[in-house]
Each structure stands twice: as structure tokens, then as C-alpha cells.
């Protein structure tokens, strides 16, 4: 772990640096290339077969950690209560020396393990293993552009001693985002109403996030359009699902910033239009930059 400065766990709200004592680091598997399988078809009396594509397969991490110090015993209470399996996820977090981060989100499926063979003086070895479901890395900072109100129609002034605004306006705005990850970023958008027939298309790639017509999301509703995997759903800010409100060529499960290796230069142009909006209309395309690599 030369290159590495810190390696993190992040769970139940701390942050637990397996580098630094009483924790040694000795040994972590599972952190380079992600494991490939190649999906195939085979007509019939076909000589081979025809390849039509490759999945990445959930990443497992095992490692090796040495507890060593004087409170011996109060580190390894920690330690397994760090490792104890559960349906929460935590977070492996990687840092490197010019100080890049890249984080897993990981889930425990091997508990802490140790025998004799195992002991010290004032100390113990004892393996784990993590699940990443995901198996791409992420950067924690997370990223956001905002689409706002573009060319206004229907918008009047009442004269009074308090100018009151009446009417409505339309949102048309575009934007180019110039996305850093080497691998798909599925984002999240929050849509704030009012907000009459939204559609949100990527102009690069061709997928397109479209409300019916007649849909309309209220003023002072929100509604969220989770794009990413094990997701693919919209809801409103009380939870009610939203879905079926998008129309058929509507690309949810497909919708991504795209990687330089996919468009070029990285670069994702997005154009958001919709009908009666107000001021207090917005949309907002949240994401994480992710790697195939550590």
C-alpha cells in the first residue's frame, strides 16, 4: 500500500484509518481491475459464438489488519464492532499521496477472523472481507448543475404600492458538463415544481427523461429521478411513486453522464425544457464522478 497515504472505513458516522495505530494494514486484495464477464449468443449449428457485451461482477475486497497496543482488548472490541456484518453500507475510502480520494461503497460479508497461530504479545491478526456491489470507485465530492429559468412568456406586472408578478414562464435552458470519470455516472435530479410536461434530453448520447404532456408537479412539490442502478424510479418529496408518469420513450434505465471513452472529450450537452414554471422552479442533476480503477 506504498501509494496509498490513508485507507478508510467510514461507519456508523466515524471514520477508522486502517493505517494508523493500533490498526496495521498488512494485507488488501480486490482493489484493482474489476472482475469482467463477457456476455455471448449462439444461433443454431453456429461454429463459436457472437459477443454481445460484458458486465462488470461485484468487486470483493479481503484484507488482513494487525492490532497492536496497549489497550489491546478495547481495540478489539472496536475492531470486530468495525467488522461486524450488516445491511448497512459503509464506505472503503482510498486517498493518495496528491491527495486524490476514491471511495466504495462496501457492505460486510466475512467477519473478523482469528486463531492462535494469530496471537501477540499485545496484539492479533485477523482477516475480513467487504462486498462492493457496485464495483466502479467514486469521488466523495459530489457534483451538481443546476438548469434555471430560460426565455420568460405570459409574465406580467400588477401596479400597486407592492408590484405583485403574475403569469407564468418557460424553462429552456441548455448546458455542457464536462464529466472527469473514466466510467457512467447515473445521476440524481430533483425537479421543484411548478412544472408543466418536463423533458430533460441528453443531446450527446440521444436518452431523453420526459413527463406526459398533461403532467403537472405542483408548486412547493419535489419530485426525485434516481437514475442509478438498483434504483431506476421517480417519487415525490412524500415518497409516492412517480413513475408512471414519464412516457414510454422515456430512457430511465439507460440515463448517464458519459465518459470521454463514449462521447467526446467527456463532454455531456443537456437541454431542459418544460411549461408554466415560476420563479421558484428548478432543476437539479446531481452526480458522482466514477472510475474503473483505483
Known amino acids: ?16 484509518d486502517l493505517l494508523t495505530l493500533p490498526y496495521q494494514l498488512t494485507k488488501l486484495q480486490g482493489y484493482g481491475a474489476a ?38 482488548e478495547a481495540d478489539e472490541d472496536a475492531a470486530y464492532s468495525l467488522f461486524t456484518p450488516g445491511s448497512d453500507l459503509m464506505q472503503l475510502r482510498f486517498t493518495k499521496p496528491s491527495g486524490v480520494v476514491r471511495q466504495l461503497d462496501c457492505r460486510v460479508v466475512e467477519g473478523p477472523e482469528g486463531d ?18 457496485d464495483p ?18 405570459n409574465i406580467g406586472v ?9 403569469g407564468t414562464a418557460t424553462l429552456n435552458a441548455s448546458y455542457s458538463i464536462e464529466y472527469d470519470g473514466d466510467w457512467a455516472a447515473y445521476p440524481v435530479i430533483t425537479v421543484k415544481g411548478p ?12 436518452d431523453v427523461i420526459q413527463f406526459r404532456s398533461t ?10 429521478i ?18 408512471a408518469e414519464l412516457t414510454d420513450e422515456s430512457d430511465l434505465a439507460t440515463f448517464h453522464l458519459a465518459p470521454p471513452s463514449e462521447v467526446d472529450g467527456g463532454v455531456n450537452t443537456f437541454t431542459v425544457t418544460g411549461s408554466d414554471a415560476s420563479s421558484s422552479s428548478n432543476v437539479l442533476l446531481v452526480w458522482h464522478n466514477r472510475y474503473l480503477k483505483l
Open 1 to 16: 500500500m506504498a501509494s496509498i497515504d490513508r485507507v478508510e472505513v467510514v461507519r456508523y458516522g466515524q471514520t477508522t
Open 35 to 72: 472482475r469482467v464477464t463477457r456476455r455471448s449468443e449462439r444461433a443454431p449449428n453456429q461454429h463459436g459464438d457472437t459477443d454481445t457485451g460484458f458486465v462488470l461482477e461485484p468487486r470483493v475486497l479481503s484484507g488482513v489488519i494487525v492490532l497492536a497496543g496497549s489497550a489491546f
Open 116 to 133: 492462535t497461530d494469530s496471537w501477540y504479545a499485545n496484539g492479533q491478526k485477523f482477516g475480513f472481507a467487504l462486498k462492493a456491489s
Open 136 to 153: 466502479t470507485f467514486y469521488d466523495p465530492d459530489q457534483k451538481s448543475q443546476a438548469f434555471t429559468l430560460g426565455v420568460a412568456t
Open 158 to 166: 400588477i401596479p400597486s404600492s407592492v408590484p405583485t408578478i403574475v
Open 195 to 206: 412544472m408543466t410536461g418536463l423533458k430533460i434530453r441528453h443531446d450527446t448520447t440521444g
Open 215 to 224: 403532467v403537472t408537479i405542483p408548486a412547493g412539490s419535489t419530485y426525485t
Open 226 to 243: 434516481d437514475c442509478r442502478p438498483g434504483y431506476k424510479v421517480v417519487r415525490d418529496q412524500s415518497g409516492a411513486l412517480k413513475t
